[in-house]
């Protein structure tokens, strides 16, 4: 189960990053605790597979996606999926 002050961490840093930014679990840990953010980062980076499991983040190594979520290790950092959000065009509508 996520945490979900440590989701809503994940989403809201997603969000401000965009789709064309990364970002590391540990940027996450330390505004989740600053003097204390070691002890956040198992938590977050848990919670941030749990989050690419659902197809709302895209966990990175080498500036690449994993595939294998199952068995990610090393520096990972993550971003926003770009295939969580459709582009609608300006002048049309997302109803068809």
């Keep these: 189960m996520v945490e979900s002050r440590i989701a809503q961490a994940i989403l809201e840093m997603a969000q401000a990053h965009g789709l064309a930014r990364s970002f590391s679990p540990t940027e996450v840990a330390q505004v989740l605790a600053p003097e204390a953010w070691r002890g956040q980062l198992t938590a977050v980076r848990k919670a941030a597979l749990v989050l690419a499991k659902t197809g709302v983040i895209e966990v ?13 290790r090393g520096v990972i950092r993550l971003r926003l999926a770009r295939a969580a959000f459709a582009v609608v065009p300006p002048g049309t509508s997302a109803e068809a």
């Excluded at 080498?62 to 595939?67: F, L, M, R, S, T």
Aim: cysteine-free; proline content about 8%; aromatic content about 0%.
């Design 60 to 72: 990175l190594r080498k500036g690449k996606p994993v595939a294998g979520l199952d068995d990610v």
